[in-house]
């Protein structure tokens, strides 16, 4: 006995309307709020400002005393740049740019800063260069060696020295000049660790593409990939000079006598005494320098990266 099969015609998708979205949770009890994927991240917004207001807050407060009237570290006591160029006769140090003492401190820091980074950038980046081009296993050593140079303790960096320069090269004297070469020595790692990242990401089709235009390896690496290399090497600048011009332990080791020590000893020097706020002002100069520089480099940053972008550009379009 044959049974009839109910044939249902087929269900055409495009004249239904959207699906119904599934009922969601009630997001009005605590449970059903934490259980929420879309809830806003009140938590996570939470302990950013707490944690910004924990590390900023001192900062701040170390800036504002520096503009304080008074000689006192904790009692705000009115508005004043006493402590920057003034003659504040309380305190024996005097103010930061008026102090010989401080200002020599000063110039010593900033020249250390300016030579460290305009020597060991360039010799940074070529070492980049080699270490990209070089055949065999050296370059895997060479790279080692200077990832290996920031796992090492900074207080054994500045004891080496100082035993190096006293007892096998004892014709280069402490001071400025021992200051200087372990400075370099050791803060070329970062422009190689920045301009070998960089070289990886933009790859050799540049220079291949040169060659095969007829430059020689010595004009496709000036022409084309150290301009390509430009931001790297801005930041590398950026970072080399933070990272000299608040430099502690090794510049303290390896000073000759208080017309070498930087900034930093001095403030340590200080610091130990009695603390007053032209100590402040020494410390903020180190803060905004830094910050100047950082800005600076940010700006240039982006002008050149502007301007590689607009040539890119124009040269997909005219290849196009």
Avoid: C
Wanted: zero cysteines; aromatic letters at 12%.
């Amino acid at each position: 006995m044959s049974e009839k099969v109910s044939e249902r015609p087929p269900v055409d998708r495009r004249k239904q309307g959207p699906a119904s979205p599934a009922p969601a949770r009630s997001t009005r009890t605590p449970l059903g709020w934490w259980r929420n994927p879309w809830r806003r991240p009140h938590i996570l917004a939470s302990v950013t400002w707490v944690y910004l207001a924990w590390s900023l807050l001192p900062v701040f407060i170390a800036i504002g005393i520096s503009f304080n009237s008074g000689r006192s570290n904790s009692v705000w006591q009115g508005f004043s740049t006493q402590w920057w160029w003034g003659h504040p006769e309380s305190d024996p140090t005097g103010a930061l740019f008026v102090s010989p003492e401080l200002h020599a401190a000063l110039i010593q820091s900033l020249r250390l800063s300016f030579l460290t980074m305009f020597i060991a950038v360039p010799i940074g980046v070529a070492f980049a260069i080699g270490i990209s081009r070089w055949r065999g296993p050296a370059p895997a050593g060479a790279n080692f060696l200077m990832l290996f140079s920031f796992v090492i303790p900074e207080i054994i960096i500045g004891i080496s020295m100082f035993l190096f320069f006293t007892y096998l090269l004892k014709f280069v004297h402490l001071g400025t000049g021992a200051q200087l070469l372990s400075l370099v020595t050791y803060q070329v790692s970062y422009p190689v660790i920045i301009v070998r990242a960089r070289m990886l990401s933009i790859g050799r089709e540049y220079e291949e593409a040169a060659t095969d235009l007829g430059a020689s390896p010595t004009q496709a690496v000036r022409r084309v990939l150290l301009p390509l290399l430009y931001p790297a090497i801005l930041v590398s600048f950026v970072l080399v000079f933070a990272d000299t011009i608040d430099d502690f332990i090794t510049v303290r080791y390896l000073s000759g006598g208080a017309s070498t020590e930087p900034l930093s000893v001095k403030i340590y020097n200080f610091s130990r005494g009695t603390l007053t706020p032209a100590i402040n002002a020494a410390a903020t100069f180190l803060l905004f320098s830094t910050l100047v520089i950082a800005l600076l480099g940010v700006f240039l940053y982006r002008r050149i990266t502007r301007g590689q972008r607009a040539e890119d550009q124009e040269m997909t379009g005219y290849l196009t």
